[in-house]
């Protein structure tokens, strides 16, 4: 193994003794290539602020190294990543922590930029549970692997939040008006509907991962084209069925095209009276058990993204983030997290109660500039971007 540092044999430790925080990221070594390997298995291996400083330290050597060509991502136990730890972020609010809160977002968000920019071809093996900011450390990235395990959402409107983590920039290029609907709704994908609408490059049945793997790890190359050829020769054929979201895309083009959240609603509703289909009728269920301000500002955050290139799209939704979990707006983060993730009791009280009650100046303070002692969120552009 090259350096010697590096195992391929580092194995999770067991559940029962709690991980030490540097063990939250493991790294395996391969022919001519890094894995790094998600590990917090308990908790869905939800991404900490020590988990995105210690990805940022790995990525930028291994982007430097000669003698890697490639790099990998997986999650460890049942799902890739279910997001950030936002029950860890809801108690630093709650005990008045804001500077650590902001050092997740940016630590988070700068590993997301590095990731769009990386000068080597990235794999992320997306075998279980993709949400949130999930998504945000791999759809950025070359290639992505969805199995027939892959869960993808992005259900922070659920939570009184945004779909931050760069999903205003990969969920607004996406075909259509289907972003929105992903955004507002928060619904679940499954793997073949990822590579059908471009979320995911390649499918491969769970089972047959570690053929891919050991494929891999034998890889000698810095050359995107021969990864994905393996990846496409080692992988599987997949087709949607009948209730794939593919079918459902006019419609949802029809509804979700609209300027507002409240004629989204309508335009769903008369959808659902004529088509009676579940779908429909469970977009409208979900939407009206999010947090009013926040889908109001997630359509915004959207609609502002598909003109927007990733490192704006960052840059706002730091901006955003910090607005989001500050006063006045940090009820309905607190709120969420609370109602689905602490008590379960699934029943938030938002504030404002409805859609009707969020007004335009609320909006727009939501995305309005950090004030003048907040520093903006700071990329290194100049330094990734000289190449493009």
Known sequence: ???GRYLSSLRPSPATAAAPDSDEVLVEGKASARASVL???GHLNALTTTMGARLNKFYESWEDSPDIGFVMMKGSGRAFCAGGDVVGLRQLINEGKLDESKDFFRTLYSFIYVLGTYLKPHVAILDGVTMGGGGGVSIPGTFRVATDRTVFATPEVHIGFHPDAAASFYLSHLTGHVGEYLALTG?????VDMVALGLATHYSMSEHLDLVDERLAKLVTDDPSVIDSSLAQYG???YPDKTSIVHRLAVIDKCFSHETVEEIVDALESEAAQLNEEWCTL??????EASPLALKVSLRSIREGRYQTLDECLVREYRMSINGISKPFYHD????VRARLVDKD????????ALEFVSEDMVDSYFAPLGEFEPELKLPTEQREAFI
């Open 333 to 336: 983060f607190c709120e969420g």
């Open 187 to 191: 619904e679940k994908l499954n793997g």
């Open 39 to 41: 590990n917090r298995p």
């Open 1 to 3: 193994v090259m350096g």
């Open 236 to 238: 599987d054929l997949v």
């Open 283 to 288: 977009a409208l269920k979900r939407l009206k």
């Open 346 to 353: 699934l029943a938030p009280k938002w504030d404002p109660p």
